[in-house]
């Protein structure tokens, strides 16, 4: 099965109200103050507290974090690789995000009245009401959308042209694209390295009731969580890569965090793995 049939592009966009505005005012005074040229600085008040949309930020960064997490770069922006193995997850999860999503917009927008004339004080003398879109227009600027698209595909590209421009521009096209599962092959060794070789550093490191070479639960929880995503990133079935897996689940996977801080021969023996399954990676990182 090729690529274009067991793959598929994915998109992720999310968009919300800055709360922030430009002010020529402050701005112009600010730079006469001091004496400075006009273009000197600008001034961009914050219209409402910090704390108004932290729960849409929030939530917006974690569903770029699973985008990212879950699929694979197919170019330098824009869509990324999504396995259709991993197709079922992936929706699940944007579901999911999607409706906290627009729970928290719609939350923020009926406390919206009390969050301006919280403003109106904070930022007395710099605060303008013109500043203030209506709630019903703030609503439309807080949008989550997730989308799909088929992998290209050279051979069909059936576009008029001499047979000999035709073929060209089909080469072209299937450069292109091997070239990006390439990049998303490495983007996954990458991933495996930067997870190993933590491991690999952080473990001998390790000092029972010290402060110094301390080490988090995350430090195997970023294995496991890896290890379980491996099967959907693979996208070109690779044999190593399925090696590698097995290796991560049974070699680094093994023991809890607290294992590994109370006995010293645990902790060596899964440094060691990590270090010999960065070193057999490292040839697909050059």
């Not at 273009?39 to 985008?67: F, Q, W």
Request: hydrophobic share 45%; with cysteine; glycine share 6%.
């Amino acid at each position: 099965m090729s690529i274009s049939q067991k793959a598929m592009l994915a998109g992720v966009a999310i968009s919300a109200w800055s709360a922030r505005k430009l002010d020529r005012k402050v701005t112009d005074d600010t730079n006469r103050a001091h004496h400075a040229a006009a273009d000197a600085g600008r001034y961009n008040k914050a219209l409402l507290a910090p704390a108004a949309l932290a729960d849409i930020v929030a939530i917006s960064g974690r569903a770029r974090t699973e985008h990212y997490a879950r699929t694979l770069p197919w170019s330098d922006k824009g869509p990324r690789i999504l396995l259709n193995v991993g197709y079922a997850d992936f929706a699940k999860i944007m579901r999911g995000l999607q409706g906290e999503f627009d729970d928290a917009a719609d939350r923020f927008c009926a406390g919206y009245a009390d969050m301006v004339d919280a403003a109106r004080v904070r930022l007395n003398g710099m605060f303008d009401a013109t500043d203030y879109p209506d709630a019903a227009e703030i609503r439309a600027r807080f949008r989550f959308k997730t989308q799909i698209w088929p992998m290209p595909d050279a051979g069909n590209f059936r576009v008029e042209l001499s047979q000999g421009e035709s073929e060209r521009i089909k080469a072209e096209i299937q450069a292109e694209f091997d070239a990006s599962i390439q990049m998303a092959m490495r983007d996954v060794f990458s991933r495996i390295a930067d997870v190993t070789g933590k491991m690999a550093e952080s473990l001998p490191a390790y000092t029972p009731g010290q402060r110094t070479g301390v080490f988090r639960d995350t430090l195997v929880e970023n294995v496991r969580e890896l290890v379980a995503l491996l099967p959907s990133l693979n996208i070109t079935g690779d044999a190593t890569l399925e090696r590698i897996g097995k290796r991560m689940q049974a070699e680094l996977c093994r023991y809890d965090p607290d294992a590994l801080r109370d006995d010293a021969a645990v902790r060596k023996e899964t440094a060691d793995a990590a270090t010999s399954i960065l070193a057999e990676i490292s040839d697909f990182l050059a």
